[in-house]
Each structure stands twice: as C-alpha cells, then as structure tokens.
C-alpha cells in the first residue's frame, strides 16, 4: 500500500532507489516517482504514472549521481492514478518533497485554510498539504520543528520522507500508523516501507514506533518523539536473505512461491512438531502458556486469506482443542462493540503483520484487556511487536500479490496451535500423535499435487472461455472454496464466488447453467456423500463440475467433467492440499490471459490504509 524508499550516505543514491522501489512495487504500482539531491545541491525529480519501468525507462540515462533521495510507488486513494498525482510532492517554493505511505484524513480542511493564504497545490492528493504545512511552518521555526509541528496538525496516518533543499544532507522520517524501517549499513542509511530494499545492504534495522521521527544523515541517526525527546533504539537483525526476495527463475513470484510451499510448511513446524509426543513446542507461547490453559474463547481477526486461514483454525479449534472460537473480519471487528473479557483471547493472523484493519483489532482487544496473539509472516512487523505473544510462519518473503506459501504455513501453524491447545486440555496423547504424523507428511504430499501441474494448467484452458465460477466446499473445504475463489478473481479478474456447499440450494443455484461452471472440493471426509448430493445437484441444472478429489476416488471421475486427485490426509489437514489445485488453476487462468499476475490491478499486498 504505497512503497517509500529514501537513501543517504556515500553511494550513489539513484540506483539504490530504484532497486529499491523494484522491491516495494509490490505495494502499489499506479505511478512512481523519485527525488534527489544531486552532488551540485540541485534538486533532480521525475514521476510517472503506471508502473516502476516507466520511470526507469524516463530517467534511464540521465540519472544524476546524488549522496541523497527518496523515492515512492504509488497505491492510490486520493486522487486517480497519474503522473500529476504521483509522488514526491512538494511545496510551492519547490523545496520541500515529501513521500508519503497513508492517508490525511483532514486534508481537506487543511487545504482549503492553506489555499486562502496564498499555496498553490498542484495534486489531488491529501498527501501534498504535508509539504505545504511545513513550508507554512518553516516561516516561523526550523525544519525539524516545522515537521513536528504539521504532523500535531493532521489526522490520519503516515509512514513519511521528506528532504528539504535547505539542509540537503538530511532526510526526516515519521511515523503514525504506517510502517518505516531504517537498515544501518556499513555505507549510509536507507529507510523503507518494508525490509525487502534493505535486506541487500544490510541486516540491521530499526523499527520506528508510532509517534517517533529519525533524522538522519550520512553518518548518524537520531530518534525522537512527539515530546521532542530523545529515543534510544534497539538495532535489530533481520534473517531474510537477499536470494529469498528473487524470483530465481521463475516466470512470476506467485509461481515461485506455490512451489516452494513444501519447504516453507516444512520451515514453519521444524523444531516445533514434537511427533512421537504428539506435542507441538511452540516458544513464543512459552510465557502466555498458563494463560492459554484457562482461556475460554478465543476470537480470531484477520483479512482476505488470512481470513480464510483463520476460518479453518476455527474449525480445527473447537473440534480438536474444544475451544469456544469466533471468527471475525479485522474491519467489522473494529467498529463494532466486541464482547471480550480476561478470559478471551484475541488472535491476530496476518502475513505482513501492517495490515490496518487488523492492527486496529488487536489495538481495539488490547484496549478492553484481551490478551493478544499474533501469527504473523514478516519478523518486526508492526502486529508482531504489538501482540502479546505470537507464532512467526517462518514462510520467508511472500512477493506475489495472491497469498500462497503465507496461506498455507498459517494453516500449518493453526494445526500447531490446535495440538498446543489441545494436549493442553482433553486431547488424547493417541490423537496428539496422529495428527502430528499426518502434519509432518504434508509437505512431502504437496509435492505429489506438483506432478499434476500441467493436468491443472490443461483444465484452466479448457475453461478459459468462462467469466463466473462457483466455488463450493464443505466444512474445512469451505474457507478453501472461499481461498480459492479470491484467488482467481484477484489475479485473473474472473468473477467467483465462494460459498459453503449446503448454502447452493438457498440461492446461488439459481445462478446455474452451461455458463457458470463449479469448482467443488470433494475429498473423501466425514462430509463427501453430502458433498456428492450437491455435485448432483449442480449437474441436473446442466452446469460444468471441476472437481478436487481424494487420490483412487475413481467414482467421483464419472460423475463429473474434470478431477484433479490431491493426496489423503487426516480431514483438518485436508486444506494444506486441497488449496494447492486452486492456486495453480487461478494461476494458469491469468497466464493465459497475459495477465501481470504478481502485480494485479487496484492491488496492493500490504494494505496499510482503512
Ligand atoms: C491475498 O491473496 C490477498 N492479496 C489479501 O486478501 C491478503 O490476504 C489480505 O490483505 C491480508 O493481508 P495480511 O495477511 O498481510 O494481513
């Protein structure tokens, strides 16, 4: 959700930037734009809309070499993408350019009273009244406090850059509720959204907190707060490698990182699965362990697919560990009047661990005195460090848009979770064992639904021709129709909608004819002869079946048009596989539209606004 990337030391800024910005464009592409201070003190800027290679191409032999910069990738939400509204904004004297990762909820107010004294804006952005604050400041008191002073000034949130032509060895970066981390290299600094564009220069960082703001130069640091008090960070160190962010081959991340599933489920229980005690170790729980014996509900909040994660844990919750568990959507949760209380634990699942709508939950829990738990993909996200305890996935970076290798080591670790909690209580040491047998043969099981790649790819061709599917699944397959629905409308913009099996006769039926194919999940469980029944139904009205089916199941081929034969495994680890299908099928269906399937349009992969 916009990508901002700044660089100040001895190298040269330009190339840092744009390698930089490669990294984040996964957080938005709908223009991009770069400042920066050149060797003379002059200020170089270039902005356009679309993707990064837009700009490279504008700027590509006319670069200057610069000790200085910032740069931005833009995720739209005031004001349409365009070159006009692409960042670095500034003031009206020039000066002053900012980058900025958020929104000004007030920035309409602050721009009408800033326009009647005299500031021309030239963006639609609620961005750009940032520049036009300072600068209105910077009348009065020095750069810094002309920044701490607009930043008491708005509402909203911010993740911000800015460098001032009059002190151009300077970058001032703030945050409220927008991530920045900044990666201390042995040659300059560089902050980021994120640590993808600092991971190749170093594996030192600072997470910059809420309410703080770093100045830094090209040989110091120096954080303070809104009290305009000194802060002492903590330097932490980061254990993603630089390889891990590269596509190594692959046509598109997303395909990368379906098949490097077996390995980051296997990273994710390694050290954790105790199988021959049917016990799962879980040392960020170690502290919380008394507390999670005498919880009596726990509530659940995530969004997308780590929703759909959630929606699984649920069931594996309450059928195997006997816990009372709710569900919710991260945003609804934050506005509405939850119920919680001491004996309620608030779980967090989130990949990138900045989702807003998720911080905002656990904040919201915390705030009624829930204990907060986190299970969370990216080590010092925000959501990590704010919950009280947490799982990391241990999935390595997720580049791709459409969760994959996320998805799945979340429901790894919730099948973790279910052991943890259940051989807390009632679960049988019998039962401990065999579900954390089965667990530990996944991986080598979703190397089995690989082989079937192309029979999938065939399929998706086959059904090419259509634009609405059906996604339909039982009990743990139900979030998987779900998962697998959003999959192929986020990448290859077919409209699908998922939907619990039994639910098609109270309505969705209707939709059904020769155009409106069903993807059902129908492994051989505890629900497959119910699942057979509406598979029937769906034929009778003279739609298409695409099936997921348990591997020997031969009757099933008969009944409908296509199968694709996924492993047996114990039913609440059915997911971990029947997804796998699902993602290749939205994956070949976007290929073969000549789709740009790791940067889907209007998408951004970490959604850090409301
Ligand atoms: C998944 O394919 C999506 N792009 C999206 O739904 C995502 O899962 C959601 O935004 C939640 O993100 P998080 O896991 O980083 O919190």
Same mark, same amino acid.
């Given at each position: 959700?916009c990508?901002i990337?700044?660089?100040?030391?001895?190298?040269d800024?330009?190339p840092?930037?744009?390698?930089g910005?490669?990294r984040?464009e996964?957080?938005?592409?709908?223009?991009a734009g770069i400042?920066?201070?050149?060797?003379?003190?002059?200020?170089f800027v270039e902005?356009?809309?679309?993707?990064?290679a837009?700009?490279?191409?504008?700027?590509?032999d006319r670069?200057?070499?610069a000790?200085?910069g910032?740069?931005?990738?833009?995720?739209a939400t005031h004001?349409?993408?365009?070159?006009r *509204?692409?960042h670095?904004h500034c003031d009206?004297?020039?000066k002053?350019y900012?980058?900025? *990762?958020?929104i000004i909820?007030?920035?309409k107010?602050?721009k009408a009273?800033?326009e009647?004294i005299?500031h021309?804006?030239?963006?639609?952005?609620?961005?750009e009244?940032?520049?036009?604050l300072?600068?209105?400041?910077k009348k009065?008191?020095?750069?810094k406090e002309?920044?701490?002073?607009?930043l008491?000034?708005v509402?909203g949130?911010y993740?911000l850059?800015?460098?001032?032509?009059?002190?151009p060895?300077?970058?001032?970066?703030?945050?409220?509720?927008?991530p920045l981390?900044?990666g201390?290299?042995?040659?300059g600094?560089?902050i980021a959204s994120?640590?993808?564009p600092?991971v190749?220069y170093t594996?030192? +960082?600072?997470?910059?907190?809420?309410?703080?703001?770093a100045e830094v130069?090209?040989?110091s640091?120096q954080v303070?707060?809104?009290?305009r008090k000194?802060v002492?960070k903590?330097?932490?160190?980061?254990d993603?490698t630089?390889e891990e962010?590269e596509k190594?081959?692959y046509?598109?991340?997303?395909l990368k990182?379906?098949i490097?599933?077996?390995?980051s489920?296997?990273?994710?229980?390694?050290?954790r699965?105790?199988?021959?005690e049917g016990?799962?170790k879980?040392?960020?729980l170690?502290d919380v362990?008394d507390?999670?014996?005498e919880m009596?509900?726990? +509530?659940?909040v995530?969004?997308?697919t780590s929703?759909?994660?959630g929606?699984v844990?649920?069931?594996?919750?309450?059928?195997?560990a006997?816990?009372r568990t709710e569900?919710?959507?991260?945003?609804e949760?934050?506005y509405?009047?939850?119920?919680?209380d001491?004996e309620t634990v608030?779980?967090?699942?989130s990949?990138s661990g900045?989702?807003?709508?998720t911080?905002a939950?656990?904040?919201?829990?915390?705030?009624?005195g829930?204990m907060?738990?986190?299970?969370?993909?990216?080590?010092g996200?925000t #959501?990590?460090?704010?919950?009280?305890?947490?799982?990391?996935?241990h999935?390595?970076p997720?580049?791709?848009v459409?969760s994959?290798?996320?998805?799945?080591s979340?429901?790894s670790?919730?099948a973790?979770?279910?052991?943890f909690?259940g051989?807390?209580r009632?679960?049988?040491?019998v039962?401990?064992k065999r579900?954390?047998?089965?667990?530990?043969?996944?991986?080598?099981?979703?190397?089995k639904?690989?082989?079937?790649s192309?029979?999938i790819?065939?399929?998706?061709?086959k059904?090419?021709?259509?634009?609405?599917?059906?996604?339909l699944?039982?009990?743990?397959n139900?979030?998987?129709?779900?998962?697998?629905?959003?999959k192929?409308?986020e990448i290859?913009?077919v409209h699908?909608?998922?939907?619990p099996?039994?639910?098609m006769?109270?309505?969705?039926?209707?939709l059904?004819?020769? *155009?409106?194919?069903?993807?059902a999940?129908a492994?051989?469980?505890s629900?497959?002869?119910?699942?057979?029944s509406? #598979?029937?139904?769906?034929?009778?009205r003279g739609g298409?079946v695409?099936?997921?089916?348990?591997a020997?199941?031969k009757s099933i081929?008969?009944?409908v048009?296509?199968?694709i034969?996924?492993?047996?495994?114990?039913?609440?680890?059915?997911?971990?596989?029947? +997804?796998?299908?699902?993602?290749?099928?939205?994956?070949y269906s976007a290929?073969q539209?000549?789709?740009d399937?790791?940067?889907?349009?209007n998408l951004?992969?970490? +959604?850090t606004v409301e």
């Amino acid at each position: 959700m916009c990508g901002i990337v700044g660089y100040t030391g001895p190298r040269d800024a330009g190339p840092i930037l744009l390698e930089g910005l490669r990294r984040l464009e996964y957080r938005g592409y709908d223009s991009a734009g770069i400042a920066l201070v050149t060797e003379s003190g002059e200020l170089f800027v270039e902005k356009k809309a679309g993707k990064l290679a837009n700009l490279q191409t504008a700027i590509a032999d006319r670069t200057p070499n610069a000790a200085i910069g910032l740069a931005h990738t833009r995720w739209a939400t005031h004001g349409k993408p365009s070159e006009r *509204n692409a960042h670095p904004h500034c003031d009206c004297g020039k000066k002053i350019y900012l980058v900025h *990762n958020g929104i000004i909820e007030n920035y309409k107010e602050l721009k009408a009273d800033l326009e009647k004294i005299g500031h021309k804006f030239s963006s639609e952005t609620d961005t750009e009244v940032l520049a036009h604050l300072i600068e209105e400041y910077k009348k009065q008191v020095p750069l810094k406090e002309a920044v701490w002073r607009t930043l008491a000034h708005v509402q909203g949130t911010y993740g911000l850059a800015i460098i001032d032509r009059s002190e151009p060895e300077k970058i001032f970066v703030a945050r409220n509720g927008s991530p920045l981390v900044l990666g201390v290299a042995d040659d300059g600094y560089i902050i980021a959204s994120d640590i993808a564009p600092i991971v190749r220069y170093t594996n030192q +960082v600072i997470y910059l907190e809420d309410g703080e703001m770093a100045e830094v130069t090209p040989c110091s640091f120096q954080v303070t707060n809104f009290k305009r008090k000194k802060v002492e960070k903590e330097i932490s160190k980061i254990d993603w490698t630089l390889e891990e962010a590269e596509k190594k081959g692959y046509d598109h991340f997303m395909l990368k990182e379906i098949i490097e599933q077996p390995e980051s489920m296997q990273n994710a229980i390694r050290g954790r699965l105790v199988a021959k005690e049917g016990m799962a170790k879980l040392g960020g729980l170690r502290d919380v362990a008394d507390h999670l014996r005498e919880m009596k509900r726990l +509530v659940i909040v995530s969004c997308g697919t780590s929703y759909y994660a959630g929606l699984v844990g649920k069931y594996m919750f309450e059928e195997y560990a006997g816990i009372r568990t709710e569900i919710e959507y991260a945003s609804e949760f934050r506005y509405r009047k939850p119920i919680l209380d001491k004996e309620t634990v608030v779980l967090a699942i989130s990949q990138s661990g900045e989702t807003a709508d998720t911080l905002a939950a656990i904040r919201e829990a915390k705030n009624k005195g829930a204990m907060t738990l986190g299970i969370v993909n990216v080590v010092g996200s925000t #959501i990590a460090r704010e919950t009280d305890a947490g799982v990391y996935n241990h999935a390595g970076p997720e580049i791709g848009v459409a969760s994959t290798k996320a998805f799945t080591s979340q429901l790894s670790i919730l099948a973790l979770f279910t052991l943890f909690l259940g051989r807390q209580r009632d679960m049988s040491f019998v039962m401990g064992k065999r579900i954390a047998e089965e667990l530990s043969k996944v991986p080598e099981q979703m190397k089995k639904v690989f082989k079937d790649s192309q029979h999938i790819k065939r399929i998706s061709k086959k059904y090419s021709g259509f634009s609405d599917f059906l996604y339909l699944g039982r009990k743990y397959n139900y979030p998987i129709a779900m998962e697998g629905a959003l999959k192929i409308k986020e990448i290859a913009y077919v409209h699908a909608e998922g939907y619990p099996f039994g639910e098609m006769k109270h309505g969705p039926i209707a939709l059904i004819d020769e *155009n409106f194919p069903t993807v059902a999940i129908a492994t051989r469980d505890s629900v497959y002869e119910k699942t057979l029944s509406g #598979i029937q139904e769906s034929k009778a009205r003279g739609g298409k079946v695409v099936a997921v089916a348990t591997a020997g199941d031969k009757s099933i081929a008969k009944l409908v048009d296509d199968v694709i034969y996924i492993p047996k495994t114990l039913e609440m680890l059915t997911p971990l596989l029947s +997804v796998i299908p699902l993602q290749i099928f939205a994956y070949y269906s976007a290929v073969q539209k000549g789709l740009d399937v790791d940067r889907p349009r209007n998408l951004a992969k970490s +959604v850090t606004v409301e």
